[in-house]
């Protein structure tokens, strides 16, 4: 593994990846209509809470990666760079379900939310804020969700979780609260990671467990599985003839 890696990120992107695809697979079995997953309800049984360990653990992470960089310029480049790297896949997930779906097209998803989030954030890790701060901001941030919502408006501010009506989407997380989600895990990361190594209890992990190397080795290639997860469960329930299109 690579030395400038933590396994015990990778494992749990791994867990929240997996994790995914099992909620994934469910929601395509209600989606097309099987009625083999009676008892789920997407309006119940939330993807949130996976969600939630995705953009935390993304939080986390901006904060390692600007650690490890001694100039804060190349740090802020590095990162704003970052952060346009996952908006180009963003914005192909957007135009692929308007393709297909246009009816619930993905305006604004998870992958939208982490690429604005590495940009918006980069204040917070380049001059290495102490860790109250983007605490306070991100519980300010999850704190006026329940108004934000409530706000109707134009389609520009959709980013910013005020939609209009009739607004559905298969997919979004909005700034409000989620950005505040990833404030709180760059306030994590700038404690258990601060300057770039382990600190705390983590000092005492050493290297990976050989068990953990495949769920290690799918949370280094989190971005790609996302990317192909859903179409190779279509294809796989097309191929048993679960379902139809």
């Given amino acids: 593994m690579n030395e400038s ?5 990778d494992g749990a992107r791994g867990v ?9 697979t469910v929601f395509c079995l209600y989606f097309f209509g099987t009625g ?7 309006y119940i049984i939330s993807g949130a809470p996976i969600a939630f ?3 935390v653990i993304a939080g986390v992470s901006l904060v390692l990666s600007a650690g490890r960089e001694t100039s804060p310029s190349k740090s802020a480049k590095k990162l704003f760079f970052r952060g346009l790297y996952i908006l180009c896949f963003a914005a192909v997930v957007t135009l692929v379900t308007w393709l297909i779906y246009p009816a619930e097209v993905v305006i604004f998803g998870i992958l939208h939310l982490i690429g604005c989030a590495t940009i918006l954030a980069i204040p917070f890790v380049v001059m290495k804020v102490h860790s109250y701060i983007p605490l306070v901001i991100g519980i300010i941030c999850i704190a006026l969700s329940p108004i934000v919502s409530m706000l109707r408006g134009p389609v520009f ?3 910013f979780g005020i939609t209009y009506n009739g607004f559905a989407t298969l997919d979004y997380e909005p700034l409000i ?11 994590l990361g700038s404690i258990i990671y601060k300057g770039g190594v382990r600190r705390g209890a983590l000092t005492k992990l050493g290297t990976m467990p050989r068990a953990l190397a495949p769920l290690c080795f799918i949370g280094r290639h989190t971005l790609i599985i996302y990317l192909v997860h859903v179409p190779i469960i279509i294809g796989v329930l097309l191929l048993f003839g ?3 299109l």
């Fill in 5 to 9: 890696r933590y396994f015990e990120l």
């Fill in 16 to 24: 929240a990846l997996l994790l995914m695809i099992v909620y994934h």
């Fill in 36 to 42: 083999l997953v009676p008892w789920f309800d997407p």
């Fill in 53 to 55: 360990l995705f953009v």
């Fill in 157 to 159: 501010l959709i980013p």
């Fill in 177 to 187: 609260p989620w950005f505040g989600i990833f404030l709180l895990g760059v306030a």
């Fill in 242 to 244: 679960i379902i139809t």
